[in-house]
Protein backbone atom coordinates (compact mmCIF):
# COMPACT_ATOMS: atom_id res chain seq x y z
CA UNK A 1 0.00 0.00 0.00
CA UNK A 2 1.51 3.41 -1.04
CA UNK A 3 1.85 5.96 1.47
CA UNK A 4 -1.18 8.30 1.95
CA UNK A 5 -1.09 12.10 3.19
CA UNK A 6 -3.87 12.86 4.71
CA UNK A 7 -5.03 17.09 4.69
CA UNK A 8 -7.50 18.63 6.89
CA UNK A 9 -11.38 18.94 5.29
CA UNK A 10 -12.31 22.32 6.47
CA UNK A 11 -14.83 24.60 4.57
CA UNK A 12 -14.70 22.00 1.39
CA UNK A 13 -11.22 22.35 1.07
CA UNK A 14 -7.93 20.08 1.81
CA UNK A 15 -5.86 21.92 4.21
CA UNK A 16 -2.40 21.59 5.91
CA UNK A 17 -2.53 22.50 9.87
CA UNK A 18 -0.92 25.92 9.89
CA UNK A 19 1.76 24.59 11.60
CA UNK A 20 2.79 22.79 8.58
CA UNK A 21 3.22 19.81 11.12
CA UNK A 22 2.88 16.48 9.85
CA UNK A 23 2.41 13.12 12.39
CA UNK A 24 2.82 9.70 10.71
CA UNK A 25 0.63 6.67 10.91
CA UNK A 26 2.25 3.50 11.47
CA UNK A 27 1.08 -0.05 10.66
CA UNK A 28 0.88 -1.75 13.97
CA UNK A 29 1.51 -4.77 12.96
CA UNK A 30 4.88 -3.86 11.06
CA UNK A 31 6.02 -0.64 12.36
CA UNK A 32 8.58 -0.32 9.16
CA UNK A 33 5.36 0.26 7.14
CA UNK A 34 3.80 3.97 6.95
CA UNK A 35 0.40 4.17 6.29
CA UNK A 36 0.08 7.86 5.56
CA UNK A 37 0.97 11.21 7.42
CA UNK A 38 -1.28 13.82 8.29
CA UNK A 39 -1.76 17.16 9.69
CA UNK A 40 -0.90 17.83 13.47
CA UNK A 41 -3.87 20.42 14.22
CA UNK A 42 -3.58 22.69 16.22
CA UNK A 43 -6.23 25.74 18.13
CA UNK A 44 -5.88 27.52 15.02
CA UNK A 45 -7.29 24.79 12.78
CA UNK A 46 -10.06 24.07 14.83
CA UNK A 47 -10.88 27.36 15.01
CA UNK A 48 -11.42 27.55 11.37
CA UNK A 49 -13.33 24.29 11.54
CA UNK A 50 -15.71 25.38 14.05
CA UNK A 51 -16.16 28.59 11.93
CA UNK A 52 -16.98 27.05 8.73
CA UNK A 53 -19.50 24.68 10.97
CA UNK A 54 -21.08 27.50 12.21
CA UNK A 55 -21.98 28.94 9.01
CA UNK A 56 -22.86 26.34 7.33
CA UNK A 57 -25.13 25.54 9.95
CA UNK A 58 -28.37 27.67 9.27
CA UNK A 59 -28.41 26.47 4.70
CA UNK A 60 -28.14 22.82 6.25
CA UNK A 61 -30.97 22.91 8.81
CA UNK A 62 -32.58 24.54 6.31
CA UNK A 63 -32.37 21.65 3.75
CA UNK A 64 -35.85 19.21 4.32
CA UNK A 65 -34.54 16.19 6.44
CA UNK A 66 -35.23 13.90 3.27
CA UNK A 67 -32.80 16.17 1.21
CA UNK A 68 -30.22 15.60 4.28
CA UNK A 69 -30.72 12.08 3.76
CA UNK A 70 -30.46 11.92 0.30
CA UNK A 71 -26.82 13.05 1.27
CA UNK A 72 -26.24 10.09 3.56
CA UNK A 73 -27.58 7.57 1.23
CA UNK A 74 -25.02 8.66 -1.42
CA UNK A 75 -22.60 8.45 0.97
CA UNK A 76 -23.94 4.58 1.37
CA UNK A 77 -23.85 3.78 -1.89
CA UNK A 78 -19.60 5.13 -2.17
CA UNK A 79 -19.19 2.64 0.78
CA UNK A 80 -20.47 -0.02 -0.39
CA UNK A 81 -18.48 0.39 -3.68
CA UNK A 82 -15.31 0.56 -1.46
CA UNK A 83 -15.73 -2.22 0.87
CA UNK A 84 -12.70 -4.04 0.14
CA UNK A 85 -10.58 -1.21 -0.18
CA UNK A 86 -11.51 0.35 3.07
CA UNK A 87 -11.65 -3.08 5.01
CA UNK A 88 -8.17 -3.53 4.38
CA UNK A 89 -7.20 0.05 4.91
CA UNK A 90 -9.07 -0.77 8.60
CA UNK A 91 -6.39 -3.86 8.83
CA UNK A 92 -3.69 -1.62 7.74
CA UNK A 93 -3.59 1.25 9.99
CA UNK A 94 -5.43 -0.54 13.15
CA UNK A 95 -4.20 -4.15 13.33
CA UNK A 96 -7.64 -6.00 12.84
CA UNK A 97 -7.72 -9.03 10.70
CA UNK A 98 -9.39 -8.44 7.13
CA UNK A 99 -12.76 -10.09 8.24
CA UNK A 100 -13.01 -7.93 11.28
CA UNK A 101 -11.98 -4.51 9.45
CA UNK A 102 -15.00 -5.68 7.13
CA UNK A 103 -17.37 -6.24 9.84
CA UNK A 104 -16.44 -2.61 11.35
CA UNK A 105 -16.56 -1.27 7.43
CA UNK A 106 -20.41 -3.17 7.40
CA UNK A 107 -21.21 -2.28 10.59
CA UNK A 108 -20.79 1.95 9.18
CA UNK A 109 -22.56 1.21 6.38
CA UNK A 110 -25.53 -0.30 8.45
CA UNK A 111 -25.50 2.95 9.81
CA UNK A 112 -25.95 4.72 7.15
CA UNK A 113 -28.33 3.10 5.44
CA UNK A 114 -30.24 3.31 9.12
CA UNK A 115 -29.84 6.76 8.93
CA UNK A 116 -31.03 7.71 5.16
CA UNK A 117 -34.33 5.65 5.99
CA UNK A 118 -34.68 7.55 8.95
CA UNK A 119 -34.95 10.41 7.17
CA UNK A 120 -38.65 9.69 6.04
CA UNK A 121 -39.77 8.73 9.62
CA UNK A 122 -41.67 10.35 11.89
CA UNK A 123 -39.31 12.73 14.05
CA UNK A 124 -41.92 14.44 15.97
CA UNK A 125 -45.47 13.73 17.48
CA UNK A 126 -49.07 15.71 17.83
CA UNK A 127 -50.48 15.81 20.75
CA UNK A 128 -53.55 17.42 22.00
CA UNK A 129 -53.55 20.45 23.88
CA UNK A 130 -55.38 20.67 27.31
CA UNK A 131 -57.60 23.33 25.14
CA UNK A 132 -59.73 22.46 22.05
CA UNK A 133 -58.65 25.09 19.88
CA UNK A 134 -54.95 24.87 20.09
CA UNK A 135 -52.55 21.98 18.48
CA UNK A 136 -49.43 21.02 20.05
CA UNK A 137 -46.68 18.88 19.09
CA UNK A 138 -43.20 18.24 20.09
CA UNK A 139 -40.26 18.81 17.52
CA UNK A 140 -36.83 18.03 17.40
CA UNK A 141 -34.68 20.74 16.67
CA UNK A 142 -31.04 20.57 15.76
CA UNK A 143 -28.57 21.68 18.65
CA UNK A 144 -25.94 23.20 16.26
CA UNK A 145 -22.44 22.35 15.74
CA UNK A 146 -21.24 18.95 17.28
CA UNK A 147 -18.19 17.90 17.60
CA UNK A 148 -16.96 14.31 17.40
CA UNK A 149 -14.21 12.98 18.87
CA UNK A 150 -13.65 9.30 17.74
CA UNK A 151 -11.64 6.02 18.89
CA UNK A 152 -9.16 4.05 16.27
CA UNK A 153 -10.29 0.89 17.54
CA UNK A 154 -13.51 1.23 15.18
CA UNK A 155 -11.93 3.77 13.19
CA UNK A 156 -14.90 3.65 10.06
CA UNK A 157 -17.80 2.65 12.44
CA UNK A 158 -17.70 4.60 15.35
CA UNK A 159 -16.93 7.80 13.29
CA UNK A 160 -20.13 7.25 11.32
CA UNK A 161 -22.31 5.85 14.45
CA UNK A 162 -21.89 9.55 15.82
CA UNK A 163 -21.71 11.74 12.70
CA UNK A 164 -24.57 11.09 10.31
CA UNK A 165 -27.16 10.88 13.31
CA UNK A 166 -26.14 14.67 13.58
CA UNK A 167 -25.97 15.61 9.89
CA UNK A 168 -29.30 13.93 9.48
CA UNK A 169 -31.00 16.27 12.22
CA UNK A 170 -29.42 19.00 10.62
CA UNK A 171 -26.70 19.90 12.88
CA UNK A 172 -23.18 20.34 10.88
CA UNK A 173 -20.21 18.53 12.40
CA UNK A 174 -16.15 18.81 13.04
CA UNK A 175 -14.88 15.44 13.26
CA UNK A 176 -11.69 14.72 14.90
CA UNK A 177 -10.26 11.34 14.18
CA UNK A 178 -7.90 8.98 16.56
CA UNK A 179 -4.23 9.77 15.82
CA UNK A 180 -3.55 6.13 15.43
CA UNK A 181 -6.05 6.10 12.40
CA UNK A 182 -5.95 9.43 10.64
CA UNK A 183 -5.72 7.65 7.34
CA UNK A 184 -9.09 6.14 7.86
CA UNK A 185 -10.65 9.44 8.91
CA UNK A 186 -9.19 11.24 5.94
CA UNK A 187 -11.39 7.72 3.51
CA UNK A 188 -13.97 9.04 4.93
CA UNK A 189 -13.48 12.96 4.85
CA UNK A 190 -12.76 12.43 0.60
CA UNK A 191 -16.34 10.06 0.51
CA UNK A 192 -17.94 13.01 1.99
CA UNK A 193 -16.42 15.13 -0.46
CA UNK A 194 -17.86 12.54 -2.99
CA UNK A 195 -21.00 12.46 -1.75
CA UNK A 196 -21.71 15.93 -2.15
CA UNK A 197 -22.30 17.65 1.04
CA UNK A 198 -22.01 21.14 0.71
CA UNK A 199 -18.64 22.88 1.99
CA UNK A 200 -18.63 22.97 5.62
CA UNK A 201 -21.24 20.98 6.68
CA UNK A 202 -19.37 17.52 7.47
CA UNK A 203 -15.21 19.20 8.58
CA UNK A 204 -12.14 17.06 9.27
CA UNK A 205 -9.67 18.15 11.45
CA UNK A 206 -6.51 16.01 12.21
CA UNK A 207 -4.10 15.57 14.85
CA UNK A 208 -3.70 14.90 18.90
CA UNK A 209 -6.34 15.66 21.76
CA UNK A 210 -4.16 17.71 23.96
CA UNK A 211 -4.53 19.87 21.11
CA UNK A 212 -6.95 19.73 18.92
CA UNK A 213 -9.53 17.31 21.12
CA UNK A 214 -9.25 20.14 23.47
CA UNK A 215 -9.88 23.19 21.27
CA UNK A 216 -13.07 21.54 20.01
CA UNK A 217 -14.42 20.65 23.92
CA UNK A 218 -13.28 23.92 24.91
CA UNK A 219 -14.73 26.16 21.91
CA UNK A 220 -17.43 27.94 22.63
CA UNK A 221 -19.16 27.89 19.37
CA UNK A 222 -19.28 23.99 19.64
CA UNK A 223 -22.75 23.24 20.77
CA UNK A 224 -22.69 19.14 21.21
CA UNK A 225 -19.32 17.11 22.12
CA UNK A 226 -19.59 13.21 21.34
CA UNK A 227 -16.98 11.56 22.40
CA UNK A 228 -15.68 7.91 22.37
CA UNK A 229 -12.50 6.57 24.24
CA UNK A 230 -11.18 6.59 27.85
CA UNK A 231 -12.18 7.10 31.21
CA UNK A 232 -9.75 9.44 31.61
CA UNK A 233 -10.60 11.18 28.91
CA UNK A 234 -14.40 11.30 28.81
CA UNK A 235 -14.41 12.26 32.42
CA UNK A 236 -11.94 14.99 32.15
CA UNK A 237 -14.49 15.71 29.09
CA UNK A 238 -17.58 15.93 30.91
CA UNK A 239 -15.90 18.16 33.51
CA UNK A 240 -14.84 20.97 31.03
CA UNK A 241 -18.32 20.69 29.31
CA UNK A 242 -19.88 21.20 32.49
CA UNK A 243 -18.34 24.26 33.48
CA UNK A 244 -19.27 25.82 30.34
CA UNK A 245 -23.15 24.58 30.47
CA UNK A 246 -22.45 22.33 26.87
CA UNK A 247 -24.30 19.14 26.54
CA UNK A 248 -21.65 16.02 25.95
CA UNK A 249 -22.18 12.64 25.21
CA UNK A 250 -19.65 10.31 26.45
CA UNK A 251 -18.90 6.35 25.77
CA UNK A 252 -15.84 5.32 27.80
CA UNK A 253 -14.47 1.70 28.80
CA UNK A 254 -15.76 -1.37 30.45
CA UNK A 255 -14.78 -3.79 32.66
CA UNK A 256 -17.24 -6.42 31.02
CA UNK A 257 -17.63 -9.68 32.20
CA UNK A 258 -19.03 -13.03 30.58
CA UNK A 259 -21.14 -15.04 33.31
CA UNK A 260 -21.26 -18.62 33.29
CA UNK A 261 -24.00 -20.26 35.40
CA UNK A 262 -23.87 -23.63 36.73
CA UNK A 263 -26.19 -24.95 34.01
CA UNK A 264 -24.74 -23.07 31.16
CA UNK A 265 -23.93 -25.11 27.69
CA UNK A 266 -20.18 -25.01 27.96
CA UNK A 267 -19.77 -25.18 23.98
CA UNK A 268 -21.62 -21.93 24.04
CA UNK A 269 -19.72 -20.74 27.15
CA UNK A 270 -16.37 -21.40 25.93
CA UNK A 271 -16.95 -20.19 22.69
CA UNK A 272 -18.69 -16.61 24.16
CA UNK A 273 -15.60 -16.34 26.13
CA UNK A 274 -12.91 -16.93 23.93
CA UNK A 275 -14.29 -14.59 21.23
CA UNK A 276 -15.41 -12.00 24.29
CA UNK A 277 -11.81 -11.87 25.55
CA UNK A 278 -9.77 -12.04 22.45
CA UNK A 279 -11.83 -10.44 19.39
CA UNK A 280 -10.27 -7.57 18.78
CA UNK A 281 -7.07 -8.66 20.89
CA UNK A 282 -9.40 -7.30 23.63
CA UNK A 283 -9.27 -4.23 22.20
CA UNK A 284 -13.02 -3.32 22.42
CA UNK A 285 -14.74 -1.36 25.17
CA UNK A 286 -17.04 -4.38 25.31
CA UNK A 287 -14.18 -6.39 25.20
CA UNK A 288 -14.17 -9.23 28.74
CA UNK A 289 -11.40 -9.10 31.16
CA UNK A 290 -13.05 -10.86 33.22
CA UNK A 291 -15.30 -14.96 33.02
CA UNK A 292 -17.04 -15.27 36.47
CA UNK A 293 -17.85 -18.70 36.68
CA UNK A 294 -19.98 -21.18 38.77
CA UNK A 295 -17.68 -23.39 40.48
CA UNK A 296 -19.55 -26.22 39.39
CA UNK A 297 -18.14 -25.92 36.27
CA UNK A 298 -15.27 -24.42 36.70
CA UNK A 299 -12.67 -26.94 36.10
CA UNK A 300 -14.07 -28.16 32.75
CA UNK A 301 -14.78 -24.79 31.64
CA UNK A 302 -11.30 -23.72 32.52
CA UNK A 303 -9.61 -26.38 30.70
CA UNK A 304 -11.71 -26.23 27.23
CA UNK A 305 -11.19 -22.08 27.75
CA UNK A 306 -7.63 -22.67 28.03
CA UNK A 307 -7.30 -25.23 25.26
CA UNK A 308 -9.29 -22.35 23.19
CA UNK A 309 -6.93 -19.64 24.16
CA UNK A 310 -4.08 -22.01 23.35
CA UNK A 311 -5.13 -22.18 19.72
CA UNK A 312 -5.56 -18.49 18.95
CA UNK A 313 -3.18 -17.49 15.94
CA UNK A 314 -1.49 -14.49 16.21
CA UNK A 315 -0.80 -12.51 13.14
CA UNK A 316 -1.00 -10.58 10.23
CA UNK A 317 -4.51 -9.35 10.12
CA UNK A 318 -4.23 -9.77 6.22
CA UNK A 319 -2.84 -13.57 6.53
CA UNK A 320 -5.62 -15.75 6.10
CA UNK A 321 -6.90 -17.02 9.70
CA UNK A 322 -5.10 -15.14 11.48
CA UNK A 323 -7.47 -14.35 15.10
CA UNK A 324 -5.51 -11.71 16.56
CA UNK A 325 -3.58 -9.28 15.66
CA UNK A 326 -1.19 -6.63 17.16
CA UNK A 327 -2.24 -4.04 19.70
CA UNK A 328 -2.39 -0.52 18.85
CA UNK A 329 0.65 0.77 19.85
CA UNK A 330 3.87 0.69 22.30
CA UNK A 331 1.49 1.83 25.02
CA UNK A 332 -1.23 -0.80 24.85
CA UNK A 333 1.57 -3.19 25.38
CA UNK A 334 2.69 -1.27 27.92
CA UNK A 335 -0.75 -1.57 29.58
CA UNK A 336 -0.83 -5.10 28.97
CA UNK A 337 2.57 -6.03 30.45
CA UNK A 338 1.63 -3.62 33.34
CA UNK A 339 -1.78 -5.62 33.95
CA UNK A 340 -0.08 -9.18 33.68
CA UNK A 341 2.94 -8.11 35.96
CA UNK A 342 -0.11 -6.79 38.68
CA UNK A 343 -2.17 -9.97 38.89
CA UNK A 344 0.91 -11.84 39.60
CA UNK A 345 1.72 -9.66 42.41
CA UNK A 346 -2.08 -10.48 43.52
CA UNK A 347 -1.48 -13.71 43.67
CA UNK A 348 -3.01 -14.87 40.82
CA UNK A 349 -2.41 -18.40 39.32
CA UNK A 350 -1.24 -18.05 35.95
CA UNK A 351 -2.63 -20.55 33.09
CA UNK A 352 -1.20 -19.48 30.41
CA UNK A 353 1.72 -16.45 30.77
CA UNK A 354 0.79 -14.26 27.42
CA UNK A 355 3.39 -12.32 26.68
CA UNK A 356 4.93 -10.23 23.77
CA UNK A 357 5.10 -12.31 21.10
CA UNK A 358 8.19 -11.63 18.41
CA UNK A 359 8.99 -14.48 15.92
CA UNK A 360 9.81 -13.08 12.33
CA UNK A 361 8.31 -10.64 11.32
CA UNK A 362 5.60 -10.27 14.22
CA UNK A 363 9.22 -8.74 15.62
CA UNK A 364 8.23 -5.27 14.01
CA UNK A 365 4.76 -5.46 15.76
CA UNK A 366 2.71 -4.51 18.60
CA UNK A 367 2.07 -8.62 18.93
CA UNK A 368 0.93 -10.35 22.36
CA UNK A 369 -0.27 -13.44 23.32
CA UNK A 370 -2.98 -14.18 25.42
CA UNK A 371 -2.89 -13.91 29.59
CA UNK A 372 -4.78 -15.97 31.12
CA UNK A 373 -5.16 -16.66 35.24
CA UNK A 374 -7.45 -17.56 37.99
CA UNK A 375 -8.43 -14.95 41.06
CA UNK A 376 -10.76 -14.69 43.48
CA UNK A 377 -12.60 -11.34 43.34
CA UNK A 378 -11.53 -8.95 45.99
CA UNK A 379 -13.09 -5.54 45.81
CA UNK A 380 -9.34 -4.27 46.27
CA UNK A 381 -8.14 -6.01 43.46
CA UNK A 382 -6.68 -3.74 40.84
CA UNK A 383 -6.65 -6.13 38.25
CA UNK A 384 -10.04 -7.44 38.51
CA UNK A 385 -11.56 -3.97 38.80
CA UNK A 386 -9.40 -1.63 36.28
CA UNK A 387 -9.79 -2.55 31.72
CA UNK A 388 -6.94 -3.98 29.99
CA UNK A 389 -7.55 -3.20 26.80
CA UNK A 390 -5.88 -6.24 25.73
CA UNK A 391 -6.25 -10.35 25.54
CA UNK A 392 -5.25 -10.29 29.73
CA UNK A 393 -8.24 -12.50 31.10
CA UNK A 394 -9.33 -13.79 34.89
CA UNK A 395 -11.01 -16.30 35.39
CA UNK A 396 -13.07 -15.78 38.84
CA UNK A 397 -14.64 -18.50 40.39
CA UNK A 398 -18.32 -17.82 42.80
CA UNK A 399 -20.86 -19.92 44.22
CA UNK A 400 -24.20 -18.41 43.55
CA UNK A 401 -25.86 -16.26 40.68
CA UNK A 402 -26.41 -13.58 43.76
CA UNK A 403 -22.37 -13.42 43.99
CA UNK A 404 -21.86 -13.58 40.66
CA UNK A 405 -24.21 -10.27 40.00
CA UNK A 406 -22.08 -8.71 43.12
CA UNK A 407 -18.62 -9.62 41.53
CA UNK A 408 -19.71 -8.71 37.83
CA UNK A 409 -21.22 -5.13 39.68
CA UNK A 410 -18.18 -4.40 41.52
CA UNK A 411 -15.95 -1.93 39.28
CA UNK A 412 -16.67 1.75 38.12
CA UNK A 413 -17.75 0.63 35.05
CA UNK A 414 -20.89 -0.79 33.60
CA UNK A 415 -20.65 -1.38 29.89
CA UNK A 416 -21.36 -4.80 28.43
CA UNK A 417 -22.28 -8.33 29.91
CA UNK A 418 -23.23 -11.46 28.93
CA UNK A 419 -24.92 -14.47 30.79
CA UNK A 420 -24.87 -18.21 29.40
CA UNK A 421 -27.19 -19.61 31.04
CA UNK A 422 -30.20 -22.16 29.87
CA UNK A 423 -32.56 -20.99 32.92
CA UNK A 424 -34.50 -17.75 31.92
CA UNK A 425 -35.22 -17.36 35.68
CA UNK A 426 -31.39 -17.04 35.81
CA UNK A 427 -30.73 -14.30 33.23
CA UNK A 428 -33.52 -12.45 34.21
CA UNK A 429 -32.28 -11.40 37.73
CA UNK A 430 -28.85 -10.91 35.83
CA UNK A 431 -30.84 -8.24 33.26
CA UNK A 432 -32.34 -6.86 36.27
CA UNK A 433 -29.17 -6.97 39.27
CA UNK A 434 -26.40 -6.32 37.11
CA UNK A 435 -25.13 -2.73 35.46
CA UNK A 436 -24.72 -2.40 32.17
CA UNK A 437 -25.92 -0.90 29.18
CA UNK A 438 -25.57 -3.67 26.40
CA UNK A 439 -26.55 -7.28 27.83
CA UNK A 440 -26.12 -10.67 26.43
CA UNK A 441 -27.41 -13.77 26.90
CA UNK A 442 -25.72 -17.18 25.25
CA UNK A 443 -24.23 -14.44 23.52
CA UNK A 444 -20.62 -13.04 23.93
CA UNK A 445 -20.48 -9.60 25.55
CA UNK A 446 -19.66 -8.09 21.84
CA UNK A 447 -21.54 -7.29 19.18
CA UNK A 448 -23.24 -4.16 18.92
CA UNK A 449 -26.14 -3.27 16.07
CA UNK A 450 -26.55 0.29 14.83
CA UNK A 451 -30.47 0.48 15.51
CA UNK A 452 -29.86 -0.31 18.96
CA UNK A 453 -28.71 2.41 21.94
CA UNK A 454 -24.99 1.61 22.86
CA UNK A 455 -23.36 2.58 25.83
CA UNK A 456 -23.17 2.31 29.51
CA UNK A 457 -24.17 3.10 32.58
CA UNK A 458 -21.70 4.17 36.11
CA UNK A 459 -18.33 5.13 34.92
CA UNK A 460 -18.53 3.57 31.35
CA UNK A 461 -20.82 6.76 29.24
CA UNK A 462 -23.42 9.65 30.79
CA UNK A 463 -26.56 8.43 30.08
CA UNK A 464 -26.69 9.06 26.59
CA UNK A 465 -25.94 6.46 24.30
CA UNK A 466 -24.37 6.63 21.16
CA UNK A 467 -25.42 4.41 17.90
CA UNK A 468 -29.01 5.13 17.88
CA UNK A 469 -29.01 6.97 20.75
CA UNK A 470 -27.18 10.19 19.11
CA UNK A 471 -30.45 10.96 17.74
CA UNK A 472 -31.34 12.48 21.40
CA UNK A 473 -28.23 13.48 21.82
CA UNK A 474 -28.01 16.15 18.93
CA UNK A 475 -31.47 17.44 18.97
CA UNK A 476 -33.62 19.56 21.53
CA UNK A 477 -37.23 17.98 22.07
CA UNK A 478 -39.44 21.00 22.15
CA UNK A 479 -42.64 21.63 22.59
CA UNK A 480 -44.82 23.76 19.57
CA UNK A 481 -48.94 25.31 21.02
CA UNK A 482 -50.49 26.76 18.08
CA UNK A 483 -54.02 28.96 18.83
CA UNK A 484 -56.68 28.65 15.95
CA UNK A 485 -59.14 30.66 17.82
CA UNK A 486 -59.40 33.85 17.52
CA UNK A 487 -58.98 34.87 21.51
CA UNK A 488 -56.42 33.20 23.80
CA UNK A 489 -57.39 30.41 26.32
CA UNK A 490 -54.49 29.49 28.49
CA UNK A 491 -53.60 26.05 29.57
CA UNK A 492 -55.56 24.83 32.19
CA UNK A 493 -58.51 26.43 30.66
CA UNK A 494 -58.32 29.55 33.33
CA UNK A 495 -60.15 32.86 32.03
CA UNK A 496 -57.65 35.88 30.95
CA UNK A 497 -59.89 38.59 30.27
CA UNK A 498 -57.90 41.52 31.08
CA UNK A 499 -60.96 43.27 32.54
CA UNK A 500 -64.65 42.25 33.86
C1 LIG B 1 -16.21 -0.35 20.95
O1 LIG B 1 -15.54 -1.28 21.28
O2 LIG B 1 -15.84 0.81 21.13
O3 LIG B 1 -20.18 -4.27 19.97
C2 LIG B 1 -17.49 -0.50 20.21
C3 LIG B 1 -19.17 -4.40 19.31
C4 LIG B 1 -18.79 -3.42 18.25
C5 LIG B 1 -18.74 -2.03 18.79
C6 LIG B 1 -17.78 -1.91 19.89
N1 LIG B 1 -19.67 -3.52 17.16
O4 LIG B 1 -18.43 -5.31 19.51
Not at 145 to 154: A, L
Not at 461 to 471: D, Q, R, T, W
Request: overall charge negative; some cysteine; glycine content about 8%.
Amino acid sequence: MKTIEAMNLIRGQWREASSGERFESLNPADNRQIVGTAPKSKAGDVDEAVAAARQAFEGWRSLSRVKRGEYIDQFAQLMKRDLNALSELVTHECGKPFNEGKADVVEALHMAQYVAGMARMPHGEIIDSEIADKDAYILRKPKGVVGCITPWNFPIAIPLWVALPSLLEGNTVILKPSEDTPICGHRLAELFVEAGFPAGVINVVHGFGEDAGDRLVRHEQTDVILFTGSYAVGHHIEQVCAQMHKFCAIEMGGKNAVIVMDDANLDIAVHAATLSAFKTSGQRCVTSNRIIIHEKLEPEFTKRFIAAAREVKIGNGMTPDTFMGPLINRQGVEKYLMHNQKAQEEGAEIFLPGGEVKEGDLAHGHFVAPFVYRLKHSSSSYVLREEAFSPHVAVIPVSSLEEAVHVYNDTKYGLSMAVITEDYRKWRYVRDHADFGVGYVNLPSIGAEVHLPFGGVKGSGNGHPSAMGVFDAVTHKVAFTVNHATEIVLAQGLSVKLRS
